[in-house]
């Protein structure tokens, strides 16, 4: 069973699905994400980052690059209104607003990013991964 979010950004929609049980929720609960009808930081991004960037040598303990762990339990709070270490006026994640976001600027390769696009040394994230992540931020970053 599919669940989808329509979102739109920008002047055009795009249609977002989850599987349920990608991620978990609160207390490892997987049924938490499928009953989560929004996108949610547990249930659909934290397992784009376990995936793809809190990997040995990368986002992880015991010293991530830029400070950034992306473990879950930790990643929230290294990146929402975390100012960036490459462009300090930008914040990781600035609720509400993608397009001045650094991580989606990263992951995105966008310019004026001078450093590595994001993940490093790996396959990029997909269209749909980087619009399951906009959607998040667009949608305030909650904590959810």
């Not at 990608?22 to 009953?35: L, V």
């Not at 995105?108 to 396959?123: C, H, N, Q, T």
Request: charged share 10%.
């Amino acid at each position: 069973m599919n669940r989808c979010l329509s979102v739109t950004l920008v002047g055009f929609t795009t249609v977002l699905c989850a599987c349920p049980g990608e991620g978990t929720g609160p207390g490892g609960n997987a049924a938490y994400c499928d009953t989560v009808t929004a996108v949610s930081f547990t249930c659909d991004v934290q397992p784009i980052f376990s995936a793809n960037c809190a990997l040995s040598g990368c986002h992880v303990s015991p010293n991530p690059p830029e400070g950034m762990n992306l473990s879950a339990g930790q990643a929230y709070a290294d990146i929402v209104n975390v100012p960036s270490g490459e462009i300090p006026r930008l914040f990781r994640v600035e609720p509400g607003n993608p397009d001045s976001s650094y991580l989606v600027m990263k992951i995105e390769d966008a310019p004026g990013i001078v450093l590595l696009p994001m993940p490093a040394g790996g396959a990029p994230l997909s269209p749909s991964q980087i619009d399951t992540i906009r959607a998040w931020v667009a949608a305030g970053a909650p904590d959810n």
